[in-house]
């Protein structure tokens, strides 16, 4: 019996001396192994995590807003607010001239051909101007028309019932990803273009506090601006606003050479009608940009396609007068600088992220609510400095939502060589940080994960 024992402890001190041979085998052949990326953090806040819990609003801008939006006393507004956020949400961008005309002339084309089948003397004079006539009343038909948003007070106030709380969410959401993973970042000035009712200083306040000494929100819509300031005064007339350093404008800083450390868009391109005009905003924001410039959009297709659009503009413009040579790159949410591999496929999917927030607590508002937005940060790059506070810039991003199954994970994934993959991750082929790391990631988060992949073999739209 005490032989048996015996042999039964050897054995079991010898599967101990296994497992921990292997173990130690596994973190020196694994890249990503404990000591590099977690930095003492707990699985659950490893240096890849961006996603927010349910955000509320600051109390003081959701007290001023109630109060304004009982005050005004909007009529149906319930409805009004539903009928305004499905607009925005399914707002496309306008058609370009170009594509108009190659549209006409291709239906043009089209028309006759079919009525030069037709045997009998023809009045080309008369069928000209016929087919003309049916090729502009065609076009009406299937044409988006784009319309510009005019806000007077009444349209601010509905407004603010729809999208303050789910504007704010996104642009908090966005500015987190500066916030985690660059700890030292503080800056001091901002810019807010489009800035509407001034959610992006709430949210950049909620980030940085008082290290922020001068915010300049830019809007052409002087009603916005109006119930901007009377949100940051808590709708006291004779209050003191809960920032002091807010400066309202209708337009943008003349001088060239005047820079902010953050600068800000947030649902604004959707509001510019040409390709033209969107390019060339980007590239004056750009100039204003010292660290960091931040888009936001909806997560539709049109939204996605439009930050992309910026993207390359950054990326392969040059500008004919540089006053700052630190070039452009991409801070997130991409983790790579080459086409966009979601708008290579077909059918073409957004890259869009999710964010749960609190609602203003009105009539027909649900206790919580999601906001799907689209989202750009770029960052001059400095090639004297080094990376110092974070090691994640080969780490993929997390592009849909994460599937917890038993022992393993499934995680779909943009990587750092430009492709899609869905990776199954287990803690015996990946390790088990690794794999722990995966369980308490979500959407949007970044994985830290070697590029041993996967080919998706499942639909992306699982």
């Known amino acids: 019996m005490a032989a048996q024992s015996y042999r039964v402890c050897v054995v079991c001190r010898t599967a101990g001396v296994v497992r921990q041979v292997c173990r130690a085998m596994s973190a020196a052949t694994n890249p990503q192994s404990k000591v590099d990326f977690l930095k003492g953090e ?30 005004a006393q909007v009529t149906r507004l319930p409805a009004r607010v539903l009928g305004l956020t499905n607009f925005l949400w399914s707002r496309k961008r306008a058609v370009e001239d ?6 006409a002339m291709s239906l043009e084309k089209k028309l006759w051909e079919k009525e030069m089948e037709k045997r009998g003397d023809i009045d080309e004079l008369a069928l000209d101007d016929r087919i ?37 969410a996104a642009v908090r959401r966005a500015l987190n990803e500066i916030k985690k993973r660059k700890p030292s970042f503080a800056p001091q000035t901002l810019l807010d273009f489009g800035s509407g009712l001034g959610s992006v200083v709430w949210a950049s306040h909620s ?30 007339e004779r209050g003191e606003p809960h920032f002091k350093q807010v400066y309202f404008r209708q337009f943008l800083p003349v001088s060239p050479k005047v820079q902010f450390d953050l600068v800000v868009a947030a649902f604004t391109l959707s509001e ?60 997130a949410p991409c983790p790579h600088e080459l086409k966009c591999p979601k708008m290579a496929r077909e059918p073409t999917n957004p890259c869009n992220f999710n964010q749960l927030y609190h609602p203003l607590p009105l009539s027909g508002h649900n206790d919580r609510q999601t906001e799907k937005f689209s989202y750009l940060i770029m960052t001059r790059t400095d090639p004297t400095e080094a990376e110092t506070e974070t090691d994640d810039v080969d780490w993929g991003r997390i592009v849909a939502p994460v599937q917890r199954r038993t022992r393993h994970v499934h995680c779909r994934m943009c990587c750092p060589d430009g492709q899609l993959q869905h990776l199954v991750v287990t803690a015996r082929k990946h390790s088990r940080d690794v794999y722990r790391c995966a369980r308490n990631s979500d959407w949007g988060d970044q994985l830290p994960i070697p590029q041993q992949v996967e080919e998706d073999v499942q639909s992306d739209s699982e």
């Open 98 to 103: 170009s594509t108009l005309r190659q549209k």
């Open 42 to 71: 707990p699985h659950r806040k490893h240096p890849g995590v961006t996603n927010l819990k349910i955000l509320h609003l600051p109390e003081e801008l959701q007290m001023a807003a109630c109060s304004i939006i009982h005050k």
């Open 272 to 331: 510019l009608p040409h390709a033209k005009e969107r390019e060339e905003a980007v590239m004056t924001l750009w100039r204003k940009t010292s660290s960091y410039l931040v888009l936001v959009e909806n997560g539709t297709k049109e939204g996605h396609q439009m930050l992309m659009e910026a993207r390359d503009t950054l990326l392969k413009k040059r500008e004919k007068t540089v006053l700052d040579s630190r070039p452009a790159s991409v801070f």
């Open 207 to 236: 980030c940085w506090g008082d290290s922020l000494k001068e915010m300049v929100c830019v809007d052409s819509s002087a009603p916005m601006n109006v119930l901007a300031e009377q949100l940051l005064k808590g709708d006291d």
């Open 132 to 168: 003309k006539r049916k090729v502009v009343s065609e076009l009406k038909k299937t044409t988006y028309h784009w319309t510009p948003m005019k806000y007077d007070e009444e349209l601010g106030v509905v407004y603010m019932a729809s999208r303050l709380a789910g504007g704010y």
